[in-house]
């Protein structure tokens, strides 16, 4: 079934929403919770609006979480009641990192406010107008004009008011909107930016996160672009084009979302650690244990025998599990496979026919990039499917067919167990490809055999971590770093020089052992170790020629596998196929960053100027 894409924005900016309305009376805590808890997806200001009946507070702080539940706790005792309440965080776009641009924003008297994600185009033009009729403006958001606007259409019943206000703005948003006047009310709006409503026993819940919700609801609300919803008490009636429409809220069985560090320093070691029931729990879903069949259902939409091209489209480290997913797709089941960065994909041309199927992986549901070279394989009606970790995505909502990775919530920015989910479903996938294809049943049986065997040995290097803290604390001395791997190795070499960078601050550039000879040489000296990605595979001798070119000029080498004769750093590892290889070596190369970005006192799970989901161009 080819799902219809009638208007589809993307959301540019990497601001968040929620909202409560129920029976609970301390909507601050709730909020400035759920803040807390998303506070990893990056963001340089928050606020929020909490009312009981007709009064209302508004608490804003530029900064982190923290500053404004002290700002909160100044100005709001815990004991006081608020039913309802919308909150913000800010990622700035229009204007800089300021109190007045932060959100909600509100009418003149500030008796309607509203909380905004996405950009209103004609902003200036409209605040111009606004301007010339009386009104002040006290931010250079496009988000004030809103609320603004609002007041101006102002006719009494919040609904009609947001109804008549709609159509002046273009643009793409997400709109959360508050009526002193009518306290047991909201009306939400979505237009290209996602948000989310959800409901268990004690109230109702906003989110422009599913994940989010995912934490307390039982039911959920998807609105589609261009629909608004109108909240009152317990009900809600949706609407688009002044009709109603009539949609049931959906079972959110999300629970195991569950994000708590226990006793973890960092949810990036707590999220490596978790990568052998990750893996487990993609063999449960995936493969028959008993027959060692794959399920068929689990790769809907790839039954297409005449598909002759795959073309992956990814950004980040879902780009380098697409890039790793390539060579399994030629090698196992020989397809013609390219890997195409999202970002560059936009100005390339789009071979889109019946034989050629686009594969979008995306951790996230957001990233901007990603949706957009969608968008275009979509309005020429290519093939799609996609690969995603968060359920009830934008891409998984509109592509024809795609699977789960289920890793389960992903919190340090630095993608680690999705990145093994990603993998593992595109190998899994190779493997059905292969076997619609009627090959031999021997290997396919063989390379699942030994693919069930992966969360034991990841197991088993996780026996080793002292040992590899200890080359990562090594590692954090030097300011450049080499990683040089072959064949299978070349992604993980890419994937783990962008988690170095990521999270250590540390200058590192990644090779194919190959291309040393070709130029790179000339920077390394005994001042920039060389990681070498060695496994007992089909090139290992070729490896092993590159590793004594290194060798021979005295330089540092960290040999990963290999038997450690010439390095000056040795972690073994156990055997596998040459294919499996990957899901061994990733593994190390994310707990050598991770120490090593720990002995220099980063923040690992919040590095600096990055954010969780990219939803900017
Ligand atoms: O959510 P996505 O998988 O689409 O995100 C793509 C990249 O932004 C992401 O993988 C990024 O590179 C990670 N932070 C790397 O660890």
Redesign the pocket.
Known sequence: MRVLISLYLFQKNMCWIYGYMGDATNTHQILLRWLNRLEYRGYDSAGILVGYGSEQKIVKSVGKVSALTNKVSSLIAESDVYTYGIAHTRWATHGGVTEENTHPHTSTESDIAVVHNGIIENYAKLKKWLIEKWYTFYSETDSEVIAKLLEDNRDGELLSTVEKTLPMLSGAYALLITHKESPRSMVWVRLGSPLLFGRNKDGIYFSSDAQALAWVVDEILHLEDGELAHIHEWNYSIRAQGKNIFRNLEVFDEKDLLVSKWDYDHFMIKEVDEQPAVFKRILKWRVNIEDMTLHADAFHGMQNENYKKIVFV????????AFLGSYRIKQIAWIHCDVEI?SEMQYLPLDVNDETLYIF???????A??LEVLKSVRDKWGNTFWIV??VGSSISRMTDFGLFTRAGAEI?????K??VA?TACIFLLSLFLWSRRNLTKWRHDQLLQWFLEIPDLMEEIFEQKKHIQSIGEELSKYTDIFYLGRWYQVPIAF?WS??MK?ISYIHSEAYPAGELKHGPLALIDENVPIIFLHPKDMVFHHNTSSLQEVKARKWLICEVWGDGEDADWHIPLPDTLDELSPFLTVVVTQLLAYYCAKRLGRDIDKPRN?A???TVK
């Open positions: 990814a950004c980040g480290t879902s780009y380098y599990a999202a992986v995306s951790q996230s549901w957001e990233t990039d990603t970790n968060v340090g920015v630095a993608s680690t999705a990145f990603q994937e962008l988690k990521e990055l969780k989901s990219v």
